[in-house]
């Protein structure tokens, strides 16, 4: 069970480049737990902070500026390329944020997002560029049930996809798994067909 | 590359139905494959598929387990499960209680979780021991015609084997545990040909950098790939292995590539292949996994062997690769996807726009990952190095894939030639590919890599990774410098 999702209505933090990847997210030295939790203190840890110390943010770095805040995450395309490692949606889960946007995510991390009750939206190239423009008192608001995004200023929005059972469960917080022991009978059932 | 415009062209405003001449019938090695293995499908969502193999490591694997145990639930089928200790294990001294605390509580993990779940594990100190995706093949656990999972995205390199092999997160992991299945949209299809002849010099690792800087590291996200075409075919298992890993490097959900006699030859008499009668039966199997000739594609590339050259890569993503001779792109001369992540990619590296990479400083070679630390990889560098001693200013790890991979070298006297080279053999494990463990590169050195990012800070924060063949490695072990190796080939004459 993941924490349902249905309207998510927020300021936004931007990281206006392409191609971040897991390493970025999560670098491989903080993927030493056993737990889920926690994670979200090292989010783009060598990008937050001076020769990797807490005690030396960079300045630059948007998660370090006092203007931005909010559940929703605005990145760059081809967000979340590279390994697999989970803990790159823990980490986002666990810095407070709901929804990633970006023009375009790769493929593990997206699956990754949807099975922590993370969304993310994909949006045209033109519109993240209208969001990028944006000052950071605007908000979005992620309606998943109608499957739009709006700019609440100037009530620009676009509509995004998401396959129907993929919906139900973030709407529900339902996952997989419980879907996948309900069914275990046809699975045991395929695999005598099999043999 | 040749004539793969037009379908460029067509696919990026239509799907595959602007090519009615290639949708006539037919099936895909993948769809050959896929549709063997759906339980069912969920109306307007994803399909039920169904998992052969399941491998699994210490980092990604130990919230399964307590997700399992919370649930109060066991390993579904724990002998479709192989275990093994990979990603933060030492180097050196494996024999030792690992130092690093939070690694050795991972390890730790591993061994109490596969032993309360009937799991077979390889681990520390085993024969069988090494990086995931190097001991499934080598023990002919890895087969054509299965579908086969990890908890880590390199597990694409068993597609080579005519399998669909995929990288998984945590949860999935779980999922596979719980019910040895997946939830999983089908993906796209694509194919890309690459025929002809490999020039001197040119291995597989180098045909797989020049095709992701042609489509770009996004190149072929929501698609599974079918390698084909006659400089495919005429490559080795290990070989092949190398293209399907870095499938995942273009975005790929999975790289495949038709299993042949070099397949078949490959997995027979290893550990867990087939024997005797059953070996007949899963071979005549194995022979109908090919992509019909009139199977459709939804995108395809061709490229022609002989315009690859041994490649390098600049910048911070595994697109970013160029020719050893060439200059670093510029704004202008950039494909357009890494237009706008060039400055910051060049700063990070200390490169500049137009230079030539060609006798860059290198400070650290690295030769090992998933990508190259099998056997041949080993010999190659060997064939090369043998007589020769590493520059002075470089230090060079060589990570064997296995502790089988291990023994083989020791065996081929291939320790004695990088010992005498200046080398460093060292013991199995994923080591300076992702500096989990020790195995990092300070900040700001560069490293010269056989593995499969050059992402910022992937070898250790701050370091400068340039991602290259194993015998482009060599080369600059001996040079200390970005090198072509075929100026010293042609010494070696």
New interface residues.
């Given amino acids: 069970m993941s924490k349902p999702l249905s309207i998510v209505k927020s300021r936004f933090i931007p990281i206006n ?3 971040i ?1 897991t ?2 997210i999560i ?3 903080f ?6 939790e926690g994670f979200g203190k090292n989010l783009f840890r ?1 990008w937050r902070y001076e020769n ?1 110390d807490e005690t030396k943010p960079k300045a630059d770095f948007p998660l370090n500026q006092a203007q931005y805040s909010g559940e929703i995450l605005v990145a ?3 967000f979340g ?6 803990h790159a ?1 823990w980490s986002i889960l666990d810095y407070g944020f709901r929804v990633v946007v970006s023009s ?1 995510f ?3 991390f997206k ?2 997002a949807l ?2 009750g993370v969304l993310p939206v994909q949006v045209s190239d033109g519109f993240l560029q209208k969001i990028f423009a944006r000052d950071a008192e605007s908000e979005l608001t992620v309606d998943l049930a109608q499957q739009t995004i709006s700019i609440s200023s100037t009530g620009e929005n676009e509509s995004f996809d998401i ?4 919906k139900t469960c973030l709407l529900n917080g339902y ?3 419980d ?3 309900s ?2 009978p ?2 045991e059932t ?2 005598t067909g ?1 043999e | 590359m040749n004539d793969f415009t037009d379908n460029m062209e067509s696919n990026n405003h239509t799907n595959s139905s602007s090519t009615p001449s290639l949708r006539a019938g037919g099936t895909t090695l993948f769809e050959k494959i896929w549709e063997k293995h759906i ?2 499908t ?1 109306e ?3 399909s ?1 598929l ?1 998992i052969d193999k399941h491998l699994i490591h210490e ?2 694997s ?2 399964a387990f ?2 399992l145990n919370k ?1 109060g ?1 066991n390993v ?1 089928r724990p002998k479709q499960i192989v275990a093994t200790a990979d ?2 294990v030492p180097t050196l001294n494996q024999h030792l209680p690992i130092k ?1 605390e ?2 050795r ?2 390890v730790e ?1 591993l061994i109490k979780n596969c032993a309360e779940h009937g799991v077979e594990l390889y681990g520390l100190g085993h024969p069988f021991q090494g990086i995931v995706h190097v001991i499934g093949p080598e023990l002919g656990i890895t087969q054509p015609g299965m579908t086969i999972v990890c ?3 390199h ?1 694409s390199t068993h597609g080579a084997f005519g399998s669909i092999a995929f ?6 992991v ?2 596979v545990m ?6 999983q ?1 089908k ?1 796209k299809l694509m194919r890309i040909t690459v025929d002809g002849t490999l020039n001197e010099g040119v291995v597989s690792k180098d045909i797989v950098l020049y095709i992701l800087s042609k489509i770009s ?2 190149g072929a ?2 698609y599974a790939v079918e390698f084909a075409g006659t400089a495919i075919r005429s490559l080795s298992m290990e070989a092949r292995m190398t293209i399907c890993n870095m499938s995942i490097e273009m ?1 790929g ?1 999975c790289g495949l590539i038709a299993p042949d006699e070099t397949t078949f030859n490959y997995i027979k008499g290893r550990k867990f292949a087939p024997k005797g009668t059953d070996w007949d039966q899963r071979l005549a199997s194995w022979k109908e996994l090919y992509s019909d000739t009139n199977a459709a594609f939804d995108k395809e590339y061709h490229f022609n062997a002989e315009d690859i050259q041994p490649m390098i890569t600049y910048g911070t ?1 595994p697109g970013m690769g160029i020719g050893v001779n060439e200059n670093i792109p510029t704004t202008e001369t950039i494909h357009e996807t ?1 237009r ?2 060039l400055a ?1 990619s060049l700063a990070y590296m200390g490169l500049r726009q137009g230079m030539p990479i060609k006798g860059q400083k290198i400070d650290y070679v690295f030769i090992g990952s998933c990508t190259n630390s099998r056997i041949e990889d080993l010999r190659m560098v060997a064939s090369f190095v043998k007589g020769k001693k590493k520059d002075d200013s470089v230090e060079v790890w060589v990570v064997p894939g296995s502790k089988q991979v291990e023994a083989q070298a020791i065996k081929e006297g291939i320790d004695k030639v990088f010992e005498e080279a200046g080398f460093q053999l060292r013991q199995p494990g994923c080591s300076a590919c ?3 463990n020790e195995d990092k590169i300070p900040a700001g050195k560069y490293c010269i890599s056989t593995s499969n ?1 050059n ?4 070898q250790g ?1 701050g370091a400068r990774t340039l991602l290259a063949s194993p015998l482009t490695a060599a080369a600059a072990a001996i040079t200390g410098k970005v090198s072509d190796i075929r100026d010293l080939l042609q010494l070696n004459n």
């Avoid at chain 2, 992402?455 to 992937?458: A, D, H, P």
């Fill in positions: 480049i392409e191609n990847d390493d970025q670098p491989a030295r993927l030493k737990a056993t737990t889920k060598d990797d760059g395309k081809n390329c590279g390994s697999s490692r989970e949606a375009f790769a493929d593990i699956n990754n099975n922590n396959n129907s059972y993929k996952d997989d798994i879907f996948l022991l069914i275990k046809e699975i395929f695999e099999r | 339980v069912k969920i307007d969502g994803p039920v169904y980092v990604t130990p919230q307590t997700g649930r639930i579904f990603h933060n690093e939070l690694g509580k991972q993990a908890g880590d995205s597990t990288g998984i997160g945590t949860s999935e779980e999922m719980a019910t040895q299945c997946l939830l949209s993906p590291a996004s996200t929501g975005g959900r993503n890494d706008s992540g910051k992702l500096g989990m990012r992402f910022e800070g992937r924060a």
